[in-house]
């Protein structure tokens, strides 16, 4: 049974940073595309970042790239995103997600993926 779980989440102020972690279990964490997505209050669920299986390439969206940084320690089967010079627009509940395959195309759509942690809040005040 895959499970993902996210942790790391808090209050930080404008300019801060946190570190959110994610664990995954059921799986071969390699062979698995990881990725995390996050939800504003009132808008739809929003890719972030992610790790493609394919070539081990990592994408960002473009409001968070300079920013934040994804990596995995494959190891423990655990997957971290850095985020650092945080605004207020960067808050939300931040999950992870996975997934064996997901199209190239839609890496970073909610609905490419089948395996999601219940989510971490991380809310930025001004």
């Known amino acids: 049974q895959v499970q993902v779980a996210e942790s790391g989440g808090g209050l930080v102020q404008a300019g801060g940073s946190l570190r959110l972690s994610c664990t995954a279990s059921?799986?071969?964490?390699?062979?698995?595309?990881m990725s995390w997505f996050r939800q504003a209050p009132g808008k739809e669920r929003e890719g972030v970042s992610c790790?493609?299986?394919?070539?081990?390439?990592?994408k960002y969206a473009d409001s968070v790239k300079g920013r934040f940084t994804i990596s995995q320690d494959k190891a423990e089967n655990t997957l971290y995103l850095q985020m650092n010079s945080l605004k207020p627009e960067d808050t939300g509940i931040y999950y992870c997600?996975?997934?064996?395959?997901?199209?190239?195309?839609?890496?970073?759509?909610?609905?490419?993926?089948?395996?999601w942690g219940q989510g971490t809040q991380v809310t930025v005040s001004s």
């Open positions: 790790i493609d299986r394919r070539g081990g390439s990592t």
């Open positions: 997600a996975a997934d064996a395959w997901v199209p190239f195309s839609g890496i970073l759509r909610p609905d490419a993926y089948g395996y």
């Open positions: 059921g799986l071969t964490f390699e062979n698995y595309h």
